[in-house]
């Protein structure tokens, strides 16, 4: 096991460059999620950790070896692919034990361990089958299996649950986390589902363009998202997010917006009438007797809640409600969030206030 | 990475090795030998050599074009899964699987005017005499031809043959739904899946077609009266002829035959490189 | 593993690059492939004598006729010939010309004091001109020589109500005979196809030359003078070779020879004569009969086989001299020379000379030409003499053709009508006329032009 | 509905019987001589009066003496045959593995000059192929035809085999190398076994180029007990009078190995002849 760190790392194709610098420190049995629309780099970043990209500038280091001009082969590090990757001509079996035998592994050893990560992941019927005998949840197994008796310092997962339907998503999503937590190998885990991320990270990093916009704990980032990028990429449905001006006056402070004005809480940063960008997570917003007036236009009830789209002024909102709403479509409603939860960001650089 | 192109560069040592070794400079040489002046005068002098010209263009043109519609529409016959259809495409297969002397060379017996079974069936027949195959110079190089359909039909049909089952099933079952005819399935589903295979098959059967000596050579030698030569046969005439530098201008004759093709399939090769 | 079997194959191929070390002196023999299996065992024991006699190892191959003169073409552009090397077709078709081009070693030492044994003919048609040197010497040796004879099958004949002492022997009436006569009635008798000539007309082929300037002796025309200079300006030989082109073409146009003699090779007339499409022939050996001979000792067939075999070739075809000539004088044939060669890039000349001087001492070459069975006619006096000549009907009339002397090729005194040879004016014309109907006159002045091209 | 289906099966049929007819008559004509006996082969009849076997009874025991080495001319094709196929495969499977999985740098201009080959059509080749094997010194050895079929088989087998292998899914060799494969046991454990069917159809591919060639095998080969089956029966053409029968049971028992060949990998030869050709 170890550690992972990225210092100031680049990468150009030809003349452009898509990683413009990044920094992270993954700690000793650290579970990381990279996350991010496609085309951030995420995937990029990985590979340049798997040794599958050349590093254009800056170091990647596994504990404090500089990996930059290792083989992937002597990195110690195990890799689950988003198409799995097994190879089709091996059994279940010879597929988890490929890397082994590379290393001239004893054959005892080798069934040892394949027997172990095998029974770990339920896939002792099928060890003589061979890929395409097996389901997509089955393969994704298999894949982690390989990864698993490697016993490698770190797991990759590139997008690894990205094949499956929804509900095996999820179990596997169990699964992967449960390993991690019987294992304790440190692994850097690459998805574009921000639900994957907050559901299995011990830190998240969200990045966009090229760069780590914020890093942190999943809850940390829900609450309190560092810029206008998180803001809107993690939490599903997305965070409201409103144009408004900040006023403030005795000591109180609220925001202005389509006439309607919200109260924010005491300690609100930002200077009077600055215009700033409002954001209330959906779950936030309360129908009440004053706010901002809107008409209801979509009612989805999900059943442990309901889902309400509010068209105000221009800008549609997505509101939940717990329970079963009487809200129907056409409906006049007025908005307000608790105090608590306005987050402001700055309306030129989108930077948290 | 620095690894794998260590052992890509070592790996492709063997390939380049042979390559100058047995492509670059017999080519060179070759096109030393082809260096007098002479040699193309005598060759322009030479009655033969145009007729020789014609009759390669319309051996590379028709030949090639009469055996890929062929091929295609038989592609199309042997993607039906039937047991005796299995058991048809070994036997059609054989043309290609067995050597040309014996098959050309009882092609040829078969069409002799006389005493060939083709003329004998004719007469049986109808009574009247057949034509005489490898006499008319029109017909013969025309047999020439069929010969040369025949041999390489079954490699190209092959070939064609793949391409039509890598199309996906949908399409063919959205356009059955959409009510395709026939025709319109092919016209708007396996034709635009195969017309980059099929254009580039059709390039690269041209220009080993160009190279075809057996064909023309065991079935007419030539003849009659050296209207049938196509300049595969004509190179060799000319080596039989003790006439080297001849042989070998006739290569950098038809050179403007084969440069386009040539070109036309590296391009296509770089095309598939950047997909 | 990959790796070590990769180098395997590299060392291998390294090893099979590595030239042998000469353990032992060697020499490079190349012959046309025997007809008969006599021939190619001749060949072999006069090999093996030859090897144990001088310790000299000698590697022989053999090559198909057609293959002979490309394969020696390649081996002298790389400079890399065999030491002795004899074909069927060199003299047709390249030996005066790789003297003339300076390609040959003079083998004058070799042929001079032997010079006597040999027949007057066949030994000047292998002193040639090397335009190289400046000079004329013997630049090949002769081993074998040929003529064209007529060959046809008695009991097809007899079918058609003829007999043998039936065919004339004036040249116009000869062929009307076969023509008209015996082809008219032997298709009404048997309610065949038959034709009675087969006549060679193929471009690809020796057959059709050889035939065709047979016609043109008939019709005294010579085409070169004793300098090797072209007389076809002479309104005489152009008057000449018209009316041998008319006789020539003439028998296709009456229908007389089965149409695909237009596109025939050498063995074409052969195939056409055994399965009896055809009833005669004319043919530049006499391989048609010769065949039967070897099937009538053959001991793989079975007995009937044998038999039927040796009726055919005693009792059921003939070999014939041609026709008086049309000026009623007797035929004077035109003999080809089959030569060997010593190239000027051999490695090992002086054991070359010496097999050359083996070869052509009799107790070698007489079984090597035997045993063709009478296709080849000796080149030395000794050989003619041979009983062998005397004992069988139809090798007797070869004998008896040759010892009315004999007339070389054209190309013996201008080595350009090898070119001419090979690119076979003579049947392009035929088949300007036959095929295209072009007027003999237009096809002959055509032809005279080509002539002029390659040959002035 | 079964109507409908009678007239697909006719239909098929009536494209299924002209071609049966039309691949297995010359071949058929072949059959034909090499079960007459040497008078009735040239009848034109459909069936001979009297078939024999004696003719390849003949050719086996090598009986007539454009024959007697056919034992050994059959071997020699044979090995040359399977020489050619396995350092085709040998040097273009290393090619296109460099080329399309390693991304060797000029893998393209290689792929460029291999095609080049096709630039010269090889009957041209012939003369200046003979000057060169003369330098090396290769002459009259097989294996100056082994190199020069090689030669000529290796561009096509290298662009077949490398668009097959730009269809495989490069995730496997990323996974290989992550457990820890070195290009050279990527090669053998994962590419190899994957590229299977394409290097049998490859591999058959040369070698029934190899099997059936005429003009070089005349050219670079010489000694009667080294040449090739081809050679031996191009004697048959020069004679004036050939054993037509016993050219044609030779030429059908030399069909027989290619034909048996192609028989048992026929289930590669679709998929893997064109795996690549095929990427539209």
Redesign the interface.
């Known amino acids: 096991m170890a550690s992972v760190h990225f210092r100031d790392v680049r990468k150009s194709f030809g003349a452009t460059e898509i990683l413009h610098g990044v920094s992270l420190d993954i700690a000793d049995g650290e579970f990381v999620v990279l996350v991010g629309p496609s085309g951030c780099g995420k995937s990029t970043l990985l ?1 340049m950790l ?3 990209e ?1 590093v254009t500038r800056g170091e990647i280091a596994i504990d404090d070896r500089v990996v930059n001009e290792v ?3 002597d ?1 110690d ?3 689950v ?3 799995y ?5 091996m059994t279940v079996r010879e597929n988890m034990g ?2 082994l035998r ?2 001239k592994a004893e054959r005892a050893i080798v069934d040892e361990r394949v027997g172990r990560a095998a029974q770990i992941l339920n896939l002792q019927a099928y060890l003589e089958r061979y890929p395409r005998e097996l389901s997509g949840g089955q393969r994704q197994r298999v894949a982690m299996g ?1 990864a698993i008796v ?1 016993d490698p310092k770190v797991f990759l997962f590139d997008e690894p649950l990205s094949n499956l339907d929804a509900k095996l998503r999820v179990a596997m999503r169990a699964e992967i986390k449960a390993l991690h937590q019987r294992l304790k190998t440190t692994t850097v885990y690459v998805t574009h589902d921000q639900v994957e991320a907050m559901t299995m990270a011990d830190r998240i990093a969200v990045m966009n363009e090229g760069r780590i916009e914020q890093l942190g704990e999943p809850l940390a980032l829900y609450d309190r998202p560092a810029n206008l990028f998180v803001a809107e990429f993690i939490g599903s449905p997305a965070m409201n997010l409103l144009d408004a001006r900040l006023r403030r006056s005795d000591g109180a402070a609220w925001v202005e917006l389509a006439g309607a004005r919200w109260a924010l809480a005491a300690g609100a940063p930002g200077a009077d009438g600055q215009q700033v960008k409002v954001g209330v997570r959906p779950e936030h917003l309360r129908l009440g007797a004053e706010g901002l007036a809107g008409e209801v236009v979509v009612v989805e009830p999900t059943g442990a809640g309901t889902e309400l789209v509010v068209q105000c002024d221009g800008a549609s909102l997505t509101v939940v409600v717990h329970g079963r709403s009487g809200a129907r479509p056409g409906d006049r409603v007025l908005l307000a969030p608790g105090p608590d939860h306005v987050h402001l960001f700055d309306a030129s650089s989108g930077a948290r206030l | 990475m620095t690894s794998m192109q260590r052992w890509g560069l070592a790996l492709l040592v063997p390939y380049v090795l042979l390559f100058l070794v047995f492509v670059l400079y017999p080519v060179l040489y070759g096109f030393w030998l082809a260096r007098s002046p002479a040699a193309y005068a005598k060759l322009f002098e030479d009655p033969v050599f145009f007729r020789t010209v014609v009759n390669t263009l319309v051996f590379v043109v028709v030949a090639v074009n009469v055996k890929f519609v062929i091929a295609l529409y038989l592609s199309g016959f042997f993607v039906n899964t039937r047991p005796w259809i299995r058991w048809l495409s070994v036997l059609f297969i054989l043309p290609w699987a067995v050597p040309s002397i014996p098959t050309i060379f009882s092609v040829r017996f078969m069409l002799n005017p006389e005493w060939g079974m083709v003329n004998s069936i004719i007469f049986r027949l109808t009574g009247a005499d057949g034509p005489n195959w490898l006499t008319d110079p029109t017909l013969a190089l025309s047999m020439s031809m069929l010969v040369h359909v025949w041999k390489s039909l079954p490699f190209w049909t092959l070939i064609l043959i793949a391409g039509r089952l890598a199309i996906p099933k949908e399409q063919y079952e959205a356009a059955s739904v959409d009510g395709a005819t026939g025709w319109q399935q092919f016209r708007y589903v396996t034709w635009p899946s195969m017309r980059t295979l099929y254009l580039t098959s059709t390039i690269l059967s041209m220009i080993w077609t160009l190279g075809d000596f057996n064909s023309v050579y065991l079935l007419t030698g030539g003849g009659p009266a050296d209207l049938t030569h196509v300049l595969a046969t004509l190179g060799i005439r000319y080596i039989r002829l003790d006439q080297l530098e001849q042989a070998m201008a006739t290569i950098v004759v038809s050179m403007p035959l084969v440069l386009p093709l040539v070109w036309f399939m590296v391009r296509r090769l770089s095309r598939d490189g950047t997909q | 593993m990959k790796s070590i079997g990769l180098y395997t194959v590299a060392c291998a191929v390294a090893l099979a690059f590595a030239q042998p070390a000469a353990a032992q002196e060697k020499l490079v023999v190349w012959f046309t492939k025997g007809f008969y299996a006599a021939e190619d065992k001749a060949l072999d024991d006069m090999v093996a004598k030859f090897e144990k006699k001088t310790g000299v190892k000698v590697e022989l191959s053999r090559y198909a006729v057609q293959e002979i003169i490309p394969k020696t073409v390649a081996a002298l552009d790389a400079k890399n010939v065999p030491d002795v090397a004899f074909g069927h077709v060199y003299d047709f078709q390249v030996t005066s010309k790789w003297a003339y081009d300076g390609k040959l070693e003079d083998i004058s030492d070799v042929i001079n004091p032997i010079k006597d044994k040999f027949l007057k003919n066949t030994i000047e048609t292998t002193h040639l001109w090397n335009d190289a040197a400046k000079k004329r010497a013997y630049y090949a040796f002769p081993l074998e020589q040929q003529t064209i004879h007529i060959q046809y099958w008695k009991d097809m004949l007899a079918e058609a109500g003829f007999k043998e002492s039936d065919i004339p022997k004036n040249w116009k009436a000869y062929w009307d005979f076969w023509c008209g006569k015996v082809q008219t009635a032997h298709r009404k008798k048997s309610g065949k196809r038959s034709f009675a000539v087969g006549h060679p007309m193929g471009v690809d082929s020796t057959d059709s030359f050889y035939s065709f300037l047979t016609f043109m002796d008939a019709h005294n025309v010579s085409l070169v003078d004793a300098n090797g200079k072209l007389t076809v300006d002479d309104p005489k030989v152009k008057k000449g070779l018209t009316a041998a082109m008319k006789d020539y073409t003439d028998i296709f146009t009456r229908g007389c020879t089965p149409p695909s003699s237009v596109n025939w090779k050498d063995p074409d007339n052969n195939v056409a004569f055994h399965n009896k499409t055809i009833m005669m022939t004319h043919n530049a050996t006499i391989s048609i009969v010769s065949k039967w001979v070897d099937d009538s000792t053959n001991d793989k067939l079975k007995p009937e086989e044998r038999e039927q075999a040796k009726k055919n070739a005693t009792e059921l075809i003939a070999t014939a001299a041609f026709p008086n000539k049309p000026d009623g004088k007797p035929f004077v044939y035109r003999a080809a020379v089959k030569t060997g060669v010593m190239f000027a890039d051999a490695k090992n000349k002086k054991r070359g000379k010496e097999f050359i001087a083996f070869i052509l001492e009799d107790e070698n070459l007489i079984p090597f030409v035997e045993g063709a069975l009478g296709r080849w006619y000796p080149v030395t006096k000794s050989g003619v003499a041979r009983d062998f000549w005397k004992n069988d009907p139809h090798r007797l009339i070869v004998h008896n053709q040759f010892s009315a002397g004999t007339v070389p090729f054209e190309f013996t005194r201008n080595y350009k009508f090898t070119v001419l040879n090979n690119e076979n004016v003579w049947a392009k014309a035929m088949n300007r006329v036959v095929s295209e109907k072009w007027t003999v006159e237009k096809a002959v002045d055509e032809m005279i032009a080509r002539i002029k091209q390659v040959a002035n | 509905m079964s109507w409908k289906k009678a007239g697909t099966e006719a239909r098929l049929l009536l494209v299924g019987i002209p071609v049966a007819l039309w691949s297995a008559f010359p071949i058929y004509h072949i059959f034909l001589f090499a079960i007459s006996s040497k008078d009735s082969a040239f009848s034109g009849a459909l069936w001979p009066a009297q078939p024999t076997l004696r003719n390849f009874g003949a050719v086996f025991k090598q009986e007539h003496f454009f024959l007697y080495h056919f034992w050994q001319q059959m071997w020699n094709s044979l090995w040359i045959a399977a020489t050619v196929g396995f350092l085709t495969l040998l040097i273009a499977t290393c090619a296109a593995f460099a080329i399309s999985r390693l991304r060797v740098r000029g893998g393209r201009l290689v792929m460029n000059a291999a095609l080049f080959t096709y630039f010269i059509p090889a009957a041209f080749l012939a003369v200046p192929m003979y000057k060169a094997m003369s330098v090396y010194g290769l002459l009259n050895s097989s294996w100056s035809l082994v190199l020069a079929m090689v030669t000529l088989a290796s561009p096509y087998a290298i662009w077949v085999l490398k668009q097959a292998s730009d269809k495989l899914p490069w995730e496997l060799d990323e996974a290989a190398r992550i457990d820890g494969a070195t290009p050279m046991q990527l090669f053998r454990l994962v590419y190899l076994p994957l590229m299977l069917p394409s290097l049998v159809a490859i591999g058959t591919y040369a070698l029934l180029l190899a099997w059936n060639e005429y003009l070089y095998a005349f050219l670079l080969l010489s000694k009667e007990t080294n040449v090739t089956l081809a050679v031996a029966l191009g004697h048959f053409l020069s004679a004036d009078d050939s054993p037509w029968e016993l050219l044609m049971a030779t030429g059908l028992l030399y069909g027989l190995p290619p034909a048996a060949i192609y028989y048992v990998f026929r289930r590669y030869m679709v998929g893997g002849l064109t795996a690549g050709a095929v990427k539209a």
């Open positions: 590979r798997a040794g599958l050349e083989d992937s082969k990195r590090i195990a890799m692919f988003q198409s990757a097994l190879y089709p001509h490929f890397s590379l290393r390989r490697r």
